[in-house]
């Protein structure tokens, strides 16, 4: 049987996370852990998202020292973890009963090493604002000018992941980078079906407006070692493809 780990950084999402934890208690396909990765250097919810384990002993929780971001926190998950399959869900998303059901035989049946599929997102009071479809297939070239990737609808095999290809230090955008990576090596599949909710909330864009478009410029020049004009450039299609679905 194919153990399929869920990766979850928690960081001051107590409004979100028992829905999302629930949406994967209930998955048709029960053979998965749980692993919490509480991110926060406040210690004023850890109680709270302690007490999911008592729940089922398949969620574990691990608490940080500091508060070291998402990406660096699934790194942690991902080394804890059992599962020869890796998952994710941020806290405040949640999924369709049968997500990892029907996403792993989309997987095993095509001999696929990396899925992600379509999704809803939803409002503050879960009523489905938007679609986005997810494509066939992204390659490098196409992914490098748009991400069509949302990060809770990824599946992927573990043994992807290496010392040159895990989540970056970076505070947003930390999953296009390693999407980017992988892509490299081989093309990322689609699963045209609505498995997961992604939640907009309010003040989420506004906020980290100035914060994305520098860690935006970071993916380009830093990671993939473009030159400013180049880094820039694609920087800009990005910003452009990203305003035409929202």
């Not at 994710?88 to 990396?114: A, G, H, V």
Request: hydrophobic share 35%; proline share 2%; glycine share 4%.
């Amino acid at each position: 049987m194919n153990l399929i780990s869920v990766i979850m950084p928690y960081y001051k999402k107590k409004k979100f996370i028992k829905s999302s934890i629930e949406s994967i208690l209930n998955q048709t396909n029960q053979n998965f852990e749980i692993i919490i990765i509480y991110d926060d250097k406040s210690s004023d919810d850890y109680d709270y998202i302690l007490k999911f384990q008592q729940l089922d002993e398949r969620i574990k929780v691990i608490k940080n020292e500091d508060n070291i971001g998402a990406g660096y926190s699934r790194n942690k998950g991902i080394l804890e973890s059992k599962g020869n399959f890796i998952a994710f869900l941020d806290c405040d998303d949640y999924w369709r009963k049968d997500k990892l059901e029907k996403q792993l035989m989309f997987m095993i049946e095509n001999k696929i090493s990396f899925s992600f599929t379509s999704y809803n997102v939803v409002n503050l009071n879960n009523d489905i604002i938007k679609f986005n479809k997810a494509p066939k297939k992204i390659k490098f070239n196409d992914l490098i000018k748009d991400c069509k990737i949302g990060l809770s609808t990824v599946m992927l095999e573990k043994n992807l992941f290496n010392e040159d290809c895990m989540f970056p230090k970076l505070t947003t955008k930390e999953d296009f980078v390693l999407w980017l990576r992988i892509s490299k090596k081989i093309d990322l599949f689609g699963l045209d079906e609505p498995l997961v909710n992604w939640r907009k909330l309010n003040d989420s864009l506004s906020s980290n407006l100035f914060q994305k478009i520098k860690d935006g410029y970071k993916v380009y020049n830093n990671y993939l070692g473009l030159n400013p004009n180049m880094s820039i450039y694609y920087l800009l299609l990005l910003s452009i493809n990203y305003l035409k679905k929202n």
